[in-house]
């Protein structure tokens, strides 16, 4: 399911037709259609203060949704936005990942958060633990080896050098 936000919200709307106007214009998906949409709501608002309430849509395809998904890109600038809807503890796992590392270098795909790594790769993380693993091992030097497709991550050696020697 995706979040579509800042869709301006009138009295008595037809929240499918008014869903499916803003995803063929703003998103310019044209064969989308009412039909389209398995189901939709608006969801509750948080203060008076926050503007349209959001609207969670399900899909009748993963093919129409991967579509909008995808498209969200031409909404750069124009104060709407499309995201996805997270659990709960993903939601959390997925605020403290940005928070930590940036919002360029974490993002959802399918429900899953996702961290570009400072060694350049790209790590799933499903735990707080996860997060504070990465956040620790990112903040040394990691190795990478490459053994039939699969990341073999070894720990950096540590080499303890005399005062002495060291100030020679």
Known sequence: MLIIHGVTETKGEQIEQALSDFISSRLAVAEFSPTDIKRCHR???LSASDGPR???????TYEMRSQVWFSKTKLKGTGFTVSEFLTKARHGIFMAARSRFGMKKVWTKDGCVYILGEDGIKHRVFTQRDLDRLQKNTSEAIPEVDAASKRAVTKPAVVKVKRAAARK
């Open 43 to 45: 969801m509750k608002r």
């Open 54 to 60: 959001p609207i969670l849509v399900k899909f009748q």
